[in-house]
């Protein structure tokens, strides 16, 4: 009865999506050895010989297994080359950055799938993923579901009606004990090798039988269990390399894109075998409506009486199944139903209106939900064992390893090598001095202790392009805080021989650091569905997506151009700090003391204020402001032009050089002058006019006054204003100059023009030479280092200043008042004393001294 175990070698193997599918068992020279001779007990219903006509039925009508397959690969196609790319110590070159980081993904991944199950329960990582992704909402174990299309695949069973499968559950899938896949083949670089076992295995299949007399249907489910399950699966994999370089991001986001694209890529595929090691085969079970299925009886007579060959059975059935629906799904392609293309750059343009992605609904679903979810679950959740969240263990950790050799520590600079080595001359003012600052044996340590409130890639439901995120930083200070250590050394020497050299090791912990940043970012959709994976590694690629916005010949963001990526928010604060300065070698004698009065509680409270200010009034403001702006716009300008796959490529492309900012004009402008001197010229003109304006109103209100009084009234005026004329002139004639009158004290008369002039040279003093002078004195840890003259102020190069910084009208109005004003009036004065009376009347004289004296004080600026 050896016949029945290649009826059930093949009976799965006539399954096919569009009808039935026949394929030839494999099993007929290894009959003998498996089930030589052996009787086996058949179901109530069902003789063994039923199951030998049947097979002797089918067997003459099952092709070939390899029957039309296509192993003849194209001689024009490069294929992916797996004994390079699953080799860990194969290294690519420069221009295969994409191999590479795929190499280094997938040797990230098995290390992770075979790391400890994060959850605690003593098993591998893979347990907990598949948990995570095949798991229903009810808590049920994981399990896979593969509902059929095209109405199932159909099996005509002899003296029965037509069975159809209609879906496939798989089980068990969280009890993997050993994974080893994704393996190269020594000389067959399309070949994977392929390892796993599993503590259980179920297979659940759903039937639909029809009843060969009546017609009538009925639903079946038939479960296999297997215990104890090794398998071994090499794979021949044939996939275009130039094809996979070109794989459109937009397939792994959208679902109808990924098997267009998938056939693109996918040039030939094989299980090459599917070795089984079974422990124990469990009875099959059924529905209470499946006891009567003739394909449950034939399953149930071959697992009960001959458990040892259901591993022949699944290389021989269920093996040809997965290879030719693998073919037909994703290797051969079908003409029927619409036609979906992959997205490229060669069939979608681009459009007038873009539409950006909404990070509210990006990701709510596919890969991006899974990614979000797997990030969260994987990364931001806490790890029972350290308390903390998993990102320091599974990410942190490793990275930092791989930097410095030590788990949570950046390193940068060495003694040799430092980050900062300057050494220069500085001239400000009239300090001279030679300065050099070296930075090395920057240490950032504690870098895994991460902890909450911990949140990445978060949404914000008003605003659908904004991406919020938060961190927090270093634990006690006691404990394990954010540590930031560094060697510094700096040397002043001015040029009277003063000099301070100090080499010191500055230490900065910090506790509960938290961090919160919130970007906006307008990625257009078109532009990441497009996105080839060859260029993944390349940022510029990535900044492209984002659309760039206009900028003017300065690279400054014109007025009406869209923001498309800023850093809409940015804090951070620290709980609490501890401030070290450690001297390795110093000229200071009290740098001893400087270090033990930061050690004060006092002290540390003000180094951890002055970190918060910093970090609030100028980091936070400089991060967001025009100037971060700014570089952001420039470099998504540049962007596409450095990306291979956009249209507007360059592949010498350097840095935009934009034209210099427009500076004030540090220049005497000639133009602005004349445009003061117009201004003051038409204020001079306008009093010009009030005043003719007022006088000739006041005259014309005299003559009608005059109009309306009596004759005699206006003789008696008449009289009374030649009586004032004829006093003046009196006046005038009997008058001398005020430096010639006798009625003033010769002393004083010869003093006054001395006086006069002395107010004017003392102006000249005050105007011209030295106002103040600056002298910096200072003491650093003992030593006292001066610089002389460092500043000087007088009123001439104040002005200057102010004029060369841009305040022109300040610097005009103290040219006026301060300046030209005050020998205006000295002159004036002068003048006045010496002119006579024939020149200038005594009235006028007196009223120009009244004036003089009343606007004196307007120079006081």
């Known amino acids: 009865m050896t016949n029945v175990l290649l009826l059930f070698s093949a009976l799965l193997s006539f399954f096919t999506s569009s009808g039935t599918m026949t394929v030839r068992a494999s099993l007929v020279d290894t009959n003998a050895a498996l089930v030589s001779g052996e009787e086996i007990d058949s179901q109530p219903g069902f003789a063994t010989s039923d199951i030998a006509s049947f097979f002797n039925e089918i067997t003459t009508i099952i092709p070939s297994e390899n029957a039309g397959r296509r192993r003849v690969q194209e001689t024009n196609v490069e294929y992916v080359d797996f004994t390079k790319l699953l080799d860990p110590t194969y290294t690519y070159g420069d221009d295969e950055s994409f191999f590479a980081m795929l190499s280094n993904l997938i040797q990230m991944l098995k290390t992770f799938i075979n790391g400890s199950d994060p959850t605690g329960n003593n098993s591998l990582a893979i347990n907990n993923l598949m948990r995570q992704m095949f798991s229903s909402d009810d808590g049920s ?122 056939k693109d890529v996918l040039v030939d595929f094989e299980i090459l075998e599917l070795g089984l090691e079974i422990g124990t085969v469990e009875r099959p079970t059924t529905g209470p409506s499946g006891t009567d299925s003739t394909l449950f009886n034939i399953i149930q007579t071959v697992f009960v009486s001959l ?131 070296r930075l090395s044996d920057v240490q950032i340590e504690n870098l895994d202790t991460i902890t909450e409130p911990l949140s990445l890639l978060e949404t914000v439901d008003t605003e659908p392009y904004l991406l919020k995120n938060e961190a927090t930083i270093g634990l006690e200070l006691g404990d394990r805080p954010l540590s930031v250590s560094m060697r510094l050394f700096m040397s002043i020497a001015t040029a009277d021989d003063g000099k301070i050299e100090n080499d010191v090791e500055v230490r900065l912990d910090m506790e509960t650091m938290n961090l919160v940043l919130a970007a906006l970012l307008k990625i257009a959709k078109q532009r990441l569905y497009e996105f080839p994976v060859k260029d993944i590694t390349n940022m510029n690629c990535w900044l492209a997506t984002i659309p760039a916005p206009t900028l003017d010949s300065s690279g400054i963001r014109v007025e009406d151009a869209e923001i498309t990526a800023a850093l809409a928010e940015f804090s951070a604060s620290i709980f609490r700090s501890n401030l070290n300065i450690t001297c390795i070698e110093c000229s200071g004698p009290r740098m001893t003391e400087l270090s033990d009065l930061l050690s004060t509680p006092e002290a540390q409270d003000s180094v951890n204020g002055m970190m918060n ?69 038409a204020l001079v003109i306008i009093i010009a006019v009030l005043v003719l304006v007022i006088r000739f109103i006041v005259r014309r209100r005299h003559r009608r006054w005059i109009a309306t009084i009596p004759k005699d009234q206006k003789d008696r005026l008449k009289l ?65 280092i001066r610089v002389d003259q460092f500043y000087e102020f007088s009123v001439a190069r104040s002005t200057i200043d102010i004029w060369n910084a841009g305040g022109r009208a300040l610097a005009i109005l103290i040219l006026i008042f301060s300046g030209i004003w005050p020998y205006t009036k000295q002159l004036m004065t002068l003048v006045i004393w010496f002119l006579p009376p024939s020149l200038l009347s005594v009235a006028r004289r007196g009223s120009i001294l009244l004036w003089l004296f009343l606007v004196g004080k307007k120079g006081k600026i």
């Open 307 to 437: 458990p040892g060959t259901v591993p022949a059975f699944f290389d021989s059935a269920i093996r040809p199944l997965v290879n030719n629906m693998i073919q037909e799904n994703l290797v051969e392609t079908d003409d029927s139903g619409p036609i979906v293309l992959c997205p490229s750059q060669s069939n979608n343009g681009t459009t007038a209106i873009i539409a950006y992605v909404d990070f509210r609904q990006f990701f709510q679903q596919g890969l991006p939900a899974f990614l979000k979810s797997f990030l969260d679950s994987q990364l931001l959740a806490i790890d029972s064992q350290t308390g903390l969240p998993k990102v320091n263990s599974l990410l942190i950790q490793p990275w930092t390893f791989n930097q410095s050799g030590i788990e949570g520590t950046l390193v940068f600079g060495d003694e040799s090598s430092s980050l900062i080595d300057v050494a220069t001359p500085i001239r400000i003012g009239g300090l001279e001095a030679d300065i050099q600052l």
């Open 141 to 262: 174990p994981p399990a896979f579901r593969w509902e059929f299309s095209d109405g199932g695949f159909s099996l005509n069973l002899p003296g029965a009606g037509p069975v159809t499968l209609t879906a496939l559950h798989l089980g068990g899938l969280d009890t993997f004990n050993m994974v080893n896949i994704l393996n190269p083949t020594p000389g067959e670089p399309q070949t994977i090798q392929n390892e796993f076992g599993m503590d259980q295995l179920t297979v659940e299949l759903e039937l639909l039988e029809t009843n060969g007399d009546n017609g009538e249907t009925a639903t079946t489910t038939i479960g296999l269990s297997f215990l104890d399950v090794t398998a071994s699966i090499p794979m021949y994999l044939a996939i275009d390399e130039n094809a996979l370089l070109g794989f459109p991001v937009g397939a792994l986001l959208q679902s109808e894109y990924l098997m267009p694209c998938l």
């Open 613 to 681: 200010d910093i970090m609030a009034k100028f980091a936070a403001p400089l991060l967001t402001g025009e100037l971060v702006q700014s570089q952001v716009d420039r470099l998504l300008n540049e962007a596409s032009r450095k990306c291979p796959h956009r249209p507007d490529y360059d592949p010498y492309s350097t840095s935009i050089e934009h034209q210099p900012m427009v500076s004030p004009d540090n220049e005497y402008d000639v133009t602005y002058l004349m445009l003061w001197g117009v201004v003051v010229l």
């Open 720 to 784: 009374e204003q030649f009586r004032d004329n004829t006093m003046q002139q009196e006046l005038n004639a009997a008058t001398k100059s005020m430096f010639q009158s006798a009625e003033i004290p010769l002393l004083l008369r010869l003093s006054m023009p001395i006086i006069i002039l002395g107010n004017i040279g003392l102006f000249l003093s005050g105007h011209l030479s030295l106002g103040a002078t600056v002298n910096i004195e200072a003491q650093v840890a003992g030593e006292t």
